[in-house]
């Protein structure tokens, strides 16, 4: 009985017993397959899209037009897959080198890309736009700079907003494939493409069209720069240095003795003569202009002879004819007359020498403007008078003094940027406010003035041949020489057009010697850009 009750006891043991360890073998096995399986399907997704990456994708520099500067250059490009159908038809459209190398991946039952010129309708091919970002003639190379080989910027604007236009985003073929990585036939292959990181970028105050005729004249100088900005509003149309970079070839540009990467138009530089008309407005403001100077090719003062450039003399010249002349005697002379402090206080308000930012972190460099203790010196006085001595100032702020003339004796800050584009939320830029230096009635009489250096001065070259203009020329000692013991001078002009009802104020500087002069260079871009503006208009109308 008792070992009849234990056998039946040790048997239904035995029976949990058993169950007990075959449900932890099947929890064991069920945990490797879901294991198992999970990888597995990790390693199948990955294989069944096989992606081909065509380029990286950054954000766009446009014009004031929102004509695009970089990303510029369309291309449209082609996913195949090796169907019959789809190779006829991409072989179609190809020739030579590009055929073969196409065919020989499709014919390897391998999936490829190819740019191709025309849109394909096949089975078994997708197409896409993408955008080269820098083309090797790349319009205003110096402003907008250029990236590296990551894709962020290296200098100009490219650096100063690359954290609006980078993206790690890339333009990818993908294609489907079985578990094998063998293309899944029938199924036709997409692009990622996010177009909103081209759509986002900097507008620019530039105008593409004026952009280029500005570089195409600039061109005939050596070396130098050549800008032109809106009186009213104080917005660069054009920025242009000389010589240019190759984009495409940094290395080389970086080892040119001719320094092509630098951008003369935000660096300071000797002035000369382009500076007098600061001091005339002083001048005039004062009251102690209105009389006959007798230029006698020099004038002492303290103990040392300051000279005129015509060594004979002018004979007796008053303000506007100084002006056209650029008669250095008469300018001594006014400048002692109205003492160092009205002087200061004129280049102090045009900001001539500030450092000043044209967009955010573009800016362009101080120059030297004397202090005021400096100027009590005479000597020092008479050299400022003329724009010489430690006077520097960089083209852009030179603008300032010019805006002002051409327009009611105020001027607005250059700027180069107008708004930003950031996943299609625009900001603004909001203008510069106006800075008031000078009276309207003084800014009229100036430009009457500088009307006269190009119909009867030193500036006649400057005469546009189909729109009237007004300005000033300089050749500004630089203290540095040549080999052969010639001085290097920066040559200038600075002026404005239509003189009667200005619209654009353009600054010519040349830091080297030239076949071509500053104020040609100025006459042909005024004559350009009329062509292209204002008669235009004439004809609208």
């Not at 000797?270 to 230029?295: D, L, M, R, Y």
């Not at 008031?436 to 009635?441: D, F, I, L, P």
Request: a negative charge; hydrophobic letters at 40%; glycine letters at 6%.
């Amino acid at each position: 009985m008792n070992n009849n009750l234990y056998g039946k006891l040790f048997a239904s043991r035995a029976v949990w017993s058993f169950f007990l360890i075959m449900l932890l073998l099947l929890s064991c096995v069920l945990h490797v397959a879901v294991i198992t399986t999970g990888k597995y399907s990790e390693i199948q997704t990955n294989q069944i899209r096989y992606k081909i990456e065509v380029c990286s994708l950054r954000g766009t520099i446009y014009d004031c037009n929102m004509i695009p500067i970089t990303n510029s250059k369309r291309k449209t490009v082609a996913a195949v897959m090796p169907t019959p159908e789809a190779i006829m038809a991409i072989t179609a459209k190809l020739d030579g080198e590009r055929r073969q190398t196409v065919l020989e991946k499709l014919k390897n039952n391998m999936p490829t890309i190819c740019e191709i010129e025309d849109i394909i309708t096949s089975d078994g091919i997708t197409t896409t736009t993408i955008y080269e970002h820098t083309s090797d003639k790349l319009p205003a190379c110096h402003i907008i700079g250029y990236i590296d080989s990551t894709g962020h910027g290296v200098t100009g604007l490219e650096l100063a907003y690359d954290e609006l236009l980078y993206s790690d985003k890339k333009v990818s073929a993908i294609f489907n494939s079985n578990g094998k990585g063998n293309p899944l036939l029938g199924i036709d292959p997409y692009f990622e493409n996010d177009l909103s990181v081209v759509g986002s970028g900097v507008v620019l105050t530039l105008d593409i069209n004026i952009q280029i005729i500005t570089e195409n004249v600039a061109q005939k100088l050596n070396s130098g720069c050549a800008i032109v900005a809106e009186v009213d509003t104080g917005k660069i149309r054009a920025m242009a240095s000389v010589p240019t970079f190759d984009i495409n070839n940094i290395s080389d540009s970086l080892t040119n003795q001719n320094s092509p990467m630098i951008n003369r138009a935000l660096l300071p530089h000797n002035v000369g003569s382009v500076f007098k008309p600061c001091v005339a407005a002083a001048a005039i403001e004062s009251g102690k202009w209105q009389h006959t100077f007798n230029c006698e090719g020099k004038l002492e003062i303290i103990d040392r002879e300051f000279r005129c450039h015509k060594l004979s003399g002018h004979g007796g010249i008053n303000l506007c004819n100084a002006l056209a002349q650029s008669c250095n005697c008469f300018f001594y002379d006014v400048a002692l007359k109205i003492g160092s402090e009205k002087i200061y206080k004129f280049a102090n308000s045009l900001s001539v020498c500030s450092k000043i930012y044209i967009a955010d972190g573009l800016y362009a460099t101080q120059g030297c403007l004397p202090n005021v203790n400096l100027l009590k010196n005479d000597s020092a006085l008479a050299n400022l008078s003329i724009g010489q001595g430690t006077l520097t100032a960089s083209p852009v702020a030179m603008l300032n003094l010019y805006m002002a003339i051409a327009g009611d004796g105020s001027y607005r800050l250059p700027t180069i940027v107008e708004k930003v584009i950031n996943n299609g939320a625009v900001k603004e830029y909001e203008q510069p406010n106006r800075t008031r230096v000078m009276k309207e009635n003084t800014a009229a009489q100036l430009r009457e003035y500088l009307q006269t250096v190009i119909t009867e001065g030193t500036g006649e070259e400057a005469k546009p041949n189909n729109i009237s203009a007004a300005g000033k020329t300089a050749t500004a000692q630089t203290g540095r020489y040549y080999d052969n013991g010639e001085e290097i001078t920066n040559s200038w002009f600075c002026g404005f057009f239509p003189a009667d009802n200005p619209k654009y104020v353009v600054v010519v500087m040349s830091d080297s010697r030239s076949s071509v002069s500053t104020a040609s260079i100025f006459a042909q871009i005024a004559d350009r850009i009329y062509e292209l503006e204002f008669k235009n208009v004439e004809n609208d109308d």
